[in-house]
């Protein structure tokens, strides 16, 4: 379409489309899911922006150093970043409409993510069995409210794997499924980009503090 | 590739095999220095430690976006781009702000009631 109006038979300037074309059914999801993402992406920022105001706010309590481990904060972030390779694999064997192989992918992801979870809430527990609990300091408030927020992402992007996993194991590689599992896509990789900002300002820093 | 087979201009591609290992790769490089420079303490001073974890930070978000996410200035006829760079001004604003605020109001609480003090910054 031109930008100049338009003009109807009397001379008029005509500034809206008579008939609108035609949309393929869904063709603006992945522009819309980006969008919902970056709003997601404004949650994590004001999150992050309160663990920079609160992460030095102890009174008292436990600092970073003293709670935070290396080496469970190692094993966390591969896993995360490995599921996030084995996901583009699952991408790879959709585009060549290998279903059993996609889902043998979205499977190992899927398994990726859960240890990822199962590691949190470990350090979780053990957080709160030495007594640093949300309640205990405001960088521990601030410190869960981010971390605790980022897990819940993981673990919802869990139960939409498994859901679109049983859709396409009925169902096929179907357009509709393949635009579900696209938006997947999106949203895993963005959490393990939210993951890179939680160890490193969180868990690196927290410990070089 | 069987990616520009959808016809439409604007589908997004979801890379190769090969641009997906490349971005591991980069990736695991780029989270391996960090935690070796926190766990060896190889550069000694925290002040530079930390500047430079944060470099790394940035750098592997803009190997994430550009070899998982697939961005580019033209999926989806640049809106993609635009949402992003719209959302970056958002956080920054917003980062920098509440920081910033946030940082003054401390400097000008009464002695003995900052924040920090009762931990030891």
């Not at chain 1, 500034?15 to 404004?42: K, N, P, Q, V």
């Not at chain 2, 190889?42 to 190997?63: C, D, E, H, P």
Request: net charge negative; with cysteine; hydrophobic share 55%.
């Amino acid at each position: 379409m031109s930008n100049a109006p338009t003009m109807t038979d009397a001379g008029e300037p005509v500034f809206y489309l008579a008939d609108e074309h035609d949309h393929e059914a869904g063709g603006s999801t992945m522009l819309g899911f980006w969008i919902y993402l970056m709003s997601d992406c404004l949650i994590f920022a004001m999150l992050f922006a309160c663990y920079g105001v609160f992460g030095g706010s102890y009174a008292g309590g436990p600092r970073g150093s003293d709670i935070f481990e290396l080496p469970t904060v190692a094993i966390n972030t591969s896993m995360l970043l490995i599921s996030s390779v084995t996901y583009g694999f699952a991408m790879l064997a959709m585009d060549e409409d290998r279903k059993q192989a996609t889902l043998v992918w979205l499977a190992i992801t899927g398994l990726f993510g859960m240890a990822f979870v199962g590691f949190e809430l470990s350090e979780f527990a053990h957080l709160f069995a030495i007594g640093a609990t949300p309640q205990r300091s405001a960088f521990l408030s601030s410190f869960f409210a981010l971390v605790s927020t980022h897990g819940l992402h993981v673990s919802i992007g869990i139960l939409w794997l498994v859901t679109l996993m049983v859709q396409v194991g009925r169902f096929g590689l179907t357009t509709a499924n393949k635009r579900r599992l696209m938006c997947l896509s999106l949203f895993w990789h963005f959490l393990d980009v939210i993951w890179i900002g939680v160890f490193t300002f969180v868990y690196l820093l927290g410990i070089l503090r | 590739m069987s990616a520009d087979t959808h016809g439409h201009g604007d589908a997004p591609s979801h890379g190769t095999r090969r641009t997906y290992l490349t971005g591991f790769a980069l990736a695991v490089v780029l989270t391996a220095i960090p935690f070796w420079l926190v766990a060896g303490g190889a550069l000694g001073n925290a002040q530079t430690t930390a500047l430079v974890i944060m470099a790394l930070a940035f750098v592997q978000v803009v190997v994430h976006m550009i070899y998982f996410l697939h961005m580019n200035a033209r999926s989806e006829n640049g809106w993609n781009m635009m949402a992003l760079i719209f959302t970056l001004v958002m956080v920054a604003i917003g980062l920098i702000g509440s920081l910033w605020v946030m940082h003054h109001m401390n400097l000008n609480m009464m002695p003995g009631m900052r924040s920090g003090d009762a931990g030891g910054m």
